[in-house]
């Protein structure tokens, strides 16, 4: 059973979440108005879904028998909006202009030993193993439509909250390094085909389309719709893939599926998503550094006056312990 004190806790580490998804949306606006970018297509199953879904949230928070599905709702909405607004923002960074960093990132990985090439013709060469590539990178769905559920519906309320908050402060955090370290892609850079019979790059044609004409300037129409993942390092990928490892490893069961599934979206994202492996891993480091921000802040606000006064004495000072967990968050 979910306690007053971890409720609280959570309410308030909502309403950061919202103040984030608040902050995006300004920074959304203020990137339209000093640029030419304008918003097409406003009106789209996510931009309707999000707020109604944050009604329905407030709506079944006011329900004692509708706090789970409620918490399950907001974290929804949270991250839909953030979503919506991360994506042009993507769009918007990336037509700064500032070098391409594809040749150092591919020197990058010949340094640690990582030859990409060699990875796309054993994949080529094994092309039973394609299929399994392409299942492994969908399931960034995963974590987006998962984690909100398990850990809403078994009232952890906390530990999503800490989801929410990581996951949207990583795609900033992603969006921000990509404006500044821009690049196409491995398929661009080795001049490799992202499109054969056997094979295609889904993940890759967002970038090779759409980043030179934000860079040449005849890409200012944004249709909300059309927009893809057009960030090539940090892989906005690999730190799901820890998000969604971390966010549910408390229930002991998941962690087999975890590990199989956010494994293998690791191996498949350098190739369906045309990285290069330094994307990857400044994406898992990016995600673990989300983490511990959102765990630090979680502290911060557990020991706030209000938190401290309702813990209970078995709890060590300053830190709140989560039952769900058995320690301290």
Known sequence: MVGHMERRIANRLQLINWSLVAGCAMSLCLGLAVTTFTL??????EVVTAPALAATGLWLMRRSWGERPAFTMLAFAQMGSGVICAAPLSYIGLSAGMPLQDSRFAELDRLLGLDWPAYFHFAMANPELLLYAKFFYAMIL???????????LT???IRLQQFVMAAIL?????????TLFPAI????????PSDTEIFKANGYGGQARDIPMLRDGTLRALKLTELGGILTFPSFHA??????I??????????PALLILNAGMLVATPLVGGHYFVDVIAGVSVAALTIQLSKCLTAVVAAS?????????????????????GRGV
């Open 185 to 192: 892609g491995t398929y661009f850079e080795f001049g490799l």
């Open 305 to 325: 006056p209000l938190a401290v006064s309702t813990q209970s004495a078995s709890a060590e000072p300053g830190r709140l312990v989560d039952p769900a967990f």
């Open 246 to 255: 971390w966010s549910l490893w408390s229930i002991w069961w998941l962690r």
């Open 155 to 157: 009232g952890q309320y």
């Open 142 to 152: 995963v974590p987006a439509f998962g984690v909100p559920v398990i850990l809403g």
């Open 170 to 178: 990583a795609l900033c955090v992603v969006i921000a390094v990509s």
């Open 239 to 244: 730190a799901t893939a820890l998000l969604s």
């Open 40 to 45: 097409e297509g406003l009106v789209t199953t």
